[in-house]
């Protein structure tokens, strides 16, 4: 199995659970060199018995990818590198479309030519109907796995999964309404009426399946 953005915390969560998972062989790739060795000593502390290959790879470089996914020959490709800060997308569109929807075509691509027979792509809640750059990406990414299984016949299994906010990732809103409530409030909400939902990560595990509301 090979992970992109594994260095980051939903890449990581995944990577850690992977890792303790018998007859397993982990591809990590990223282009955060530091990331990447901080997950090594993680898996190595947690799962000392775990088969794991670091990629230093980014997402963006087409011919990069098709070279890391061929090297690797991975059997499933979690596809979890995004850059998913909105207020930065909308700042900096190009860079949001260059990785969100430019890097998934690239992987996808790679792990086709490599001989993938599942590719996920981790999404956003915020694809659905979308009204920022980042979401709007993450839509078209979703898109594009449809449109490449309808046009090459792909004998992939493809799927994407949208992922809400969840707690202790990066990015996460959680952090910044313990430090206002800290100091004493108030805490910033986008309207009043509006609810948040939360899974729960922490650097030892993956996003859990319950849900909670704040």
């Given at each position: 199995?090979?992970?992109?953005?594994a260095?980051g915390?939903?890449?990581?969560g995944?990577?850690?659970?992977?890792?303790a998972t018998?007859?397993?062989?982990?591809?990590?790739l990223?282009?955060?060199?530091h990331?990447?060795?901080?997950?090594?000593d993680?898996?190595?502390?947690?799962?000392?018995?775990?088969?794991?290959?670091?990629l230093?790879?980014?997402v963006?470089e087409?011919?990069?990818?098709t070279?890391?996914?061929?090297?690797?020959?991975?059997?499933?490709?979690?596809?979890?590198?995004?850059?998913k800060?909105?207020?930065?997308g909308?700042?900096h569109?190009?860079e949001?479309?260059l990785?969100?929807?430019?890097?998934?075509?690239?992987a996808?691509?790679?792990?086709?030519?490599?001989?993938?027979g599942?590719f996920?792509?981790?999404?956003?809640?915020?694809?659905?109907?979308?009204?920022?750059?980042?979401?709007?990406?993450k839509?078209?990414?979703?898109?594009?796995?449809?449109?490449?299984?309808?046009?090459?016949?792909?004998?992939?299994?493809?799927a994407s999964?949208?992922?809400g906010?969840?707690?202790?990732?990066?990015g996460?809103?959680?952090p910044?309404f313990?430090?206002?409530?800290e100091?004493?409030?108030?805490?910033?909400l986008?309207?009043?009426?509006?609810?948040?939902?939360?899974s729960?990560?922490?650097?030892g595990?993956?996003?859990?399946p319950?849900?909670r509301?704040?």
């Open positions: 199995m090979l992970i992109t953005g260095a915390s939903v890449g990581a995944l990577s850690l659970q992977l890792a018998k007859g397993v062989r982990l591809g990590l990223d282009h955060f060199d990331g990447l060795l901080r997950l090594a993680d898996i190595a502390e947690a799962a000392p018995a775990a088969k794991a290959e670091l230093l790879c980014n963006r087409a011919d990069a990818m070279r890391a996914m061929g090297a690797f020959s991975p059997d499933v490709v979690i596809h979890a590198a995004a850059l800060h909105v207020h930065l909308e700042a569109p190009g949001s479309l990785t969100n929807l430019v890097g998934v075509r690239n996808l691509a790679a792990a086709h030519a490599a001989g993938a599942e996920i792509l981790i999404s956003t809640d915020k694809a659905a109907s979308p009204h920022c750059v980042m979401g709007a990406a839509r078209l990414a979703e898109l594009h796995l449809r449109g490449f299984l309808r046009e090459r016949g792909a004998n992939m299994r493809l999964v949208r992922f906010n969840v707690l202790g990732s990066q996460s809103v959680a910044l313990a430090d206002q409530i100091r004493g409030g108030p805490i910033t986008t309207h009043p009426k509006m609810q948040r939902f939360f729960h990560h922490g650097r595990g993956v996003a859990d319950s849900r509301r704040s």
